[in-house]
């Protein structure tokens, strides 16, 4: 069974702080590892798609990395409108299965 | 009017009730799926539908009973509900073909309450 989880629950951080999240998974055969932020009352919003071990993709004050067993979101200098909530989720086998998500990350960035 | 589109914002039923939930994309996409996402859980895939054929059900409680009568459109009707079953309920279509690995494309979602 497929699975994925993600740490810490919670982080809060002061404005500038730069910090990671961590999400490990035990998939047989992974064929794409998805990174999703989601703001209270929406749905999540894409962010990454990291398919095989050592990628990398930067977007704005985020970064993902990926190796065989876990991907991190490093968030650098970051400031109150990054504060959400972080999905990681990832896609296995070979069927029509659609993702695998873990619990999430609640980040907040206090000013 | 662009993306994925979910109405009602928010629902309250009682659990003789029957309702639908309904979705609409704008996107020109091939799949779309059924997601219920309650607290402290992981989201978790209900139905999927690949050019408007089912393809995936999860296990899913025959009080939830999904249409998709063409690939715009995705339809979640609903009896005799649990009130367990409150949740914020999700809409999201990708691309490809469901299983394509295509990223997913989320509406704002329906918060059910089950009285």
């Known amino acids: ?111 | 009017e662009t993306g994925v589109t979910q109405t009602p914002r928010h629902l309250v039923m009682g659990m003789t009730n029957k309702k639908s939930l309904k979705c609409e994309q704008h996107l020109g996409h091939n799949a779309m799926y059924w997601y219920k996402q309650s607290a402290k859980k992981p989201l978790e895939l209900m139905f999927v539908y690949s050019l408007e054929e089912r393809v995936e059900n999860n296990s899913v409680p025959s009080r939830f009973s999904p249409e998709c009568p063409n690939s715009s459109h995705l339809f979640l009707h609903l009896h005799t509900l649990q009130p367990e079953d409150s949740a914020l309920y999700l809409c999201a279509s990708s691309q490809g073909a469901a299983g394509t690995n295509e990223k997913l494309f989320f509406g704002s979602g329906t918060q059910l309450s089950v009285l």
């Open chain 1, 1 to 111: 069974e497929d699975q994925v989880t993600q740490s810490p629950e919670a982080l809060r951080l002061q404005e500038g702080e730069s910090s990671s999240l961590n999400c490990s998974y035990t998939v047989s055969g992974l064929r794409g590892l998805f990174w999703y932020r989601q703001d209270p009352g929406k749905g999540p919003e894409f962010l990454f798609t990291l398919y095989s071990a050592g990628e990398e993709k930067e977007k704005e004050r985020l970064k993902a990395t990926l190796t065989k067993k876990e991907s991190f979101l490093h968030i650098t200098a970051p400031k109150p409108e990054d504060s959400a909530t972080y999905l990681c989720a990832v896609q296995a086998g070979g069927g029509a299965d659609g993702l695998t998500f873990g619990k999430g990350t609640h980040l907040i960035i206090q000013p």
